[in-house]
């Protein structure tokens, strides 16, 4: 009787998970084979400013298919889309699909600008916070740190459109340490609010430009970059808070264990 019992129930089982199954198949081909009913689009930036929205992304996939609304679900050429998509080169990650109530599902990653740089040759461009190169985005300006001065040169299209890392990028060097300076400056609550442009003067020193006050701020080279801005907001919150943001001309951060500075 027991070893019966084990065998009905063991059918029951079989029974109830091929009815499962039976039911997912029979909703997955109804699925399938209704109509598109809407398009949802999640831009994921966390907490960072994007450099593109829906719009741009809608026509992406209005022109990669031929009629989505009267399309089948199964007839929506996923791929294509995902394709299609990467070729915007501010878009870091896509992941489309369809859901049960028949909506195209869209959800796009994109890269984090971090600086903009101008270069005297005309160009501009930002570096993100990975360190590749993204286009600038007619229309939409991101709102991050500028870096501009003597930077003599240009850097090709393809290398910006294809998102090319700095670092792997030796004749362009001095980018690599407009990326480190702006990286550190970000990861400074303060002084982030406090920094607005990166300057590289004709002695190749780098110089920065208060969003508060006209003072020069002479960084020179970037060897101990960590100490140099940790006087920086030292004298920030203690000499400036006292005398006013207006007092100063310059300040100058290039000698070891000093700050010096030059009155109105």
């Not at 889309?81 to 699909?97: G, S």
């Not at 090319?164 to 690599?176: A, D, H």
Request: glycine content about 4%.
């Amino acid at each position: 009787m027991k070893k019966l019992a084990h065998i009905l129930k063991a059918l029951i089982w079989l029974i109830v998970l091929a009815g499962i199954g039976f039911g997912v198949w029979h909703l997955k081909g109804v699925h399938e084979q209704s109509y598109c009913s809407g398009l949802d689009i999640r831009v994921y930036d966390d907490k960072y400013e994007s450099l593109t929205d829906t719009t741009p992304i809608r026509k992406i996939i209005e022109q990669a298919t031929d009629s989505l609304y009267s399309t089948q679900l199964r007839n929506i050429p996923l791929r294509k889309i995902e394709e299609a998509l990467h070729q915007n080169p501010v878009i870091e990650k896509v992941d489309v699909f369809t859901n049960l109530d028949g909506k195209l599902k869209v959800k796009v990653k994109t890269y984090k600008p971090l600086v903009r740089v101008f270069t005297r040759k005309g160009t501009s461009f930002y570096i993100d916070r990975s360190g590749v190169l993204l286009p600038t985005v007619e229309g939409h300006s991101a709102h991050v740190l500028f870096a501009s001065g003597h930077l003599n040169f240009s850097v090709p299209d393809s290398l910006i459109f294809n998102n090319y890392q700095i670092k792997n990028l030796e004749r362009f060097s001095v980018l690599q340490e407009i990326f480190n300076l702006a990286d550190q400056l970000d990861a400074n609550t303060f002084l982030r609010a406090q920094i607005d442009q990166v300057y590289l003067n004709s002695d190749q020193e780098f110089e920065l430009t208060p969003k508060i006050g006209n003072q020069d701020i002479l960084l020179g080279n970037l060897n101990m970059l960590d100490r140099k801005l940790r006087k920086l907001e030292a004298f920030y919150k203690q000499a400036m808070q006292v005398n006013g943001w207006n007092k100063y001309k310059s300040i100058n951060l290039k000698y070891r264990d000093q700050v010096v500075c030059s009155k109105l």
